[in-house]
């Protein structure tokens, strides 16, 4: 009776082993499948989001305040790049500033337009 009892555990803590296995890996390679470029294109692109929704808000915020339902954004401001940057650090820092700053206009307008 005991030897069936562990014997049980042990096939039981063997799929739970093989199942966490599995679950790290495929977690290790989604997280490795989301990284781009250099460390130093790594970096321009956080700075560039950060920058580029802080823009974006601002500019989302204005427009709504001046045109409010009506007014979409035409033109994405360019951002403005250092002279000592490397080329990495600049291409990541474009690519981060113009994907986050859609986000954050959008996320400017539905403030002000919640307020309204």
Known sequence: MGKQTFEKIKKILTVLL?????????AA?????KVKGTRSYQLGYQAGAEEGY???HREGY??????GQKGVVKKIIDPVNKVGWSKSYRT???????DKY??????????CLKKK
């Open 18 to 26: 093989l199942v966490f296995f599995v679950l790290s890996v495929t």
């Open 29 to 33: 390679s989604a997280s490795a499948a």
């Open 54 to 56: 802080k823009e974006g």
């Open 62 to 67: 204005k427009d709504c305040r001046e045109y």
């Open 92 to 98: 990541g820092y474009n690519a981060g500033y113009r």
């Open 102 to 111: 859609i986000t954050g206009y959008h996320n400017g307008r539905y403030e």
